[in-house]
């Protein structure tokens, strides 16, 4: 009987040190396709490239790369006749990202994108991100353990984790919720050797606000947090707002 077969993607890069942790770490459990992006895609987040050719790059046996983002990679991935997959994969797992994704880092991750496109297709879906402090080998077989563990459930539903592996090598797991983590936004305009203007966005440093259960909690307590995320966006607790703005739309 064949043995589950994962996709493997990341927003890293395919050469990313993280990604070749836990496809070590896979192998033992799973077969282990990788298709991610030809160079790093971070904060790419869920973007899809519709206005240029991609081109798809073998690196030997099961891994491919992508000049595209993460989404890209495993869009052609699942929908490529064969020429990646062998069949449809059994779960698609995007990471280890080096440096985790928590709260809202969600929205703007690459490595949450690659598990999302997955989820989206109805596969389920890990995301998996460690401190770059943390233990690269222990966080991949806890990775690799909770993809065994996802593929046991009797139930194939699209679900879609994010998991988080704070600093060390030993990590109680918890089931979470997303919590806050702030950054300080800014934007630093410089200017090059020849005089002309040009900018970074994006502040150093993050702060963690308390939220009881979250994924931030989790992490500033030495825990593996393991989040659930909805493919549904729609915002049932402000559907009164919006009929009442269409309301107020139609008296006018």
Request: glycine share 8%; hydrophobic share 40%.
């Amino acid at each position: 009987m064949a043995r589950p077969l994962v996709l493997l993607s990341n927003d890293d890069g395919y050469r990313s040190s993280g990604l070749q942790s836990l496809r070590t770490a896979l192998l033992e459990l799973v077969d282990v396709v990788v298709c991610a992006p030809d160079t790093e895609q971070s904060a790419a987040s869920h973007s899809l490239s519709l206005h240029r050719p991609l081109r798809l790059f073998p690196h030997g046996e099961g891994i491919f790369s992508v000049d595209g983002t993460p989404a890209d990679s495993v869009y052609v991935a699942l929908h490529a006749d064969q020429r990646v997959l062998p069949r449809r994969p059994d779960a698609v797992v995007s990471g280890m990202n080096l440096g985790v994704n928590l709260g809202d880092d969600v929205f703007y991750s690459g490595t949450v994108a690659a598990a999302r496109e997955g989820a989206l297709k109805g596969i389920p879906s890990i995301a998996l991100s460690a401190a770059l402090d943390a233990d690269a080998t222990a966080a991949a077989a806890l990775g690799a353990r909770l993809v065994q563990a996802l593929l046991a459930q009797a139930s194939k539903e699209p679900v879609l984790l994010n998991v988080n592996v704070p600093p060390g090598d030993r990590w109680p797991v918890q089931a979470t919720r997303l919590g806050a983590r702030i950054y300080k936004d800014e934007v630093d305009f410089r200017k090059d050797p020849r005089g002309r203007e040009y900018l970074w966005i994006g502040g150093p440093g993050a702060e963690h606000r308390a939220v009881p259960g979250s994924d931030t909690e989790a992490y500033d307590q030495g825990a593996v947090g393991v989040t659930p995320l909805v493919l549904d966006l729609w915002g049932r607790d402000k559907a009164r707002t919006a009929e009442s703005i269409v309301q107020t739309l139609a008296s006018t």
